[in-house]
């Protein structure tokens, strides 16, 4: 498993991460050959929020991890959604983590995203609460997730430290941060720009995309793998699986990964087996031709 750094933190984090929104249901057994599974391939970066199974996610999650040292272990969390509402006040940011770290049973935890836009942002009270948590020592970075440039130059411009990561929705079944690029002036659907440019936003300024929901269609969809909507790329995929000896997960991580963007994924299996060949990904470079054939498999089309 490489190393990039996450944004411009100075932060070194594997290129794929962990995602933990699922884990709640799981037995602490369970649970703790999630976490070996993961540190046994590289990668120790796990991603959390405040709302995942209630909050049972960081809870068996802590204890998954009490048998390690705490610097071996990198912890992301999130928060700001909250029954009917965002909030992105002073008091609900400071709180939601000092909650975090109880139920993970740990000091700090290494990253912090703002977890869906609050349309009532205030951005001198949202840096007010991470100068706190800065430099109390309770988080050590911070970025953001579902937002775009506008919202983050406007975040941005009162903080101290710089944004590291933005957590978007992207993968072969959901492109619409790729479309408009591809589509510079032309008349159609994929033409339009539904997020300001995010991609090359972020790329300019550093900001690491971290992809969530890389196997879903739509919204919460479902997944595209293996599924008899979409037999073009299924078939492009596992062409390229038995060129690779990988699987299709492998496939549609790695197709992720070959952007120069150097996003990092995020996983959203609990099955070990799934676990690994997304972690594998790391492993595979697909070719320019292979990308764009799966590009145009999905769905999509070239001007």
């Excluded at 048998?67 to 909030?87: F, H, M, N, V």
Aim: hydrophobic share 40%.
């Amino acid at each position: 498993m490489y190393q990039i750094e996450l944004g411009k933190s100075g932060l070194l984090v594997p290129t794929i991460a962990v995602g933990c929104m699922r884990i709640s249901d799981m037995s602490d057994k369970e649970v703790s050959a999630f976490v070996d599974t993961a540190l046994s391939m590289g990668a120790n970066f796990f991603d959390h929020a405040d709302i995942y199974g209630g909050g049972e996610s960081e809870v068996v999650f802590g204890r998954a991890i009490s048998a390690y040292p705490r610097e071996s272990i990198l912890i992301q969390t999130k928060c700001g959604i909250c029954g009917g509402k965002y909030d992105f006040s002073y008091e609900h940011i400071v709180s939601s983590v000092e909650g975090s770290l109880k139920r993970l049973g740990v000091d700090y935890v290494d990253t912090l995203l703002l977890h869906r836009p609050d349309a009532l942002m205030e951005p001198e009270e949202v840096s007010r609460a991470f100068d706190h948590l800065k430099t109390t020592g309770k988080v050590r970075h911070f970025g953001v997730s579902n937002q775009n440039p506008y919202q983050m130059q406007l975040l941005q411009n009162a903080l101290d430290m710089p944004l590291c990561a933005n957590q978007l929705q992207f993968g072969i079944m959901h492109t619409p941060m790729l479309q408009s690029g591809i589509n510079v002036n032309m008349q159609n659907g994929p033409a339009v720009n539904r997020d300001g440019g995010v991609l090359d936003f972020c790329r300019l300024n550093k900001i690491t995309i971290q992809p969530w929901s890389p196997m879903q269609h739509g919204f919460f969809d479902g997944c595209f793998i293996d599924n008899e909507q979409f037999p073009e790329v299924n078939a492009v995929m596992q062409t390229l699986a038995e060129k690779y000896g990988v699987s299709k997960t492998t496939i549609a991580i790695a197709w992720i990964l070959r952007h120069p963007a150097k996003m990092q994924p995020i996983t959203g299996t609990t099955n070990l087996t799934r676990l690994r060949d997304c972690l594998r990904a790391a492993e595979v470079t697909l070719t320019r031709e292979e990308w764009y054939a799966v590009y145009l498999a999905a769905g999509n089309e070239l001007p």
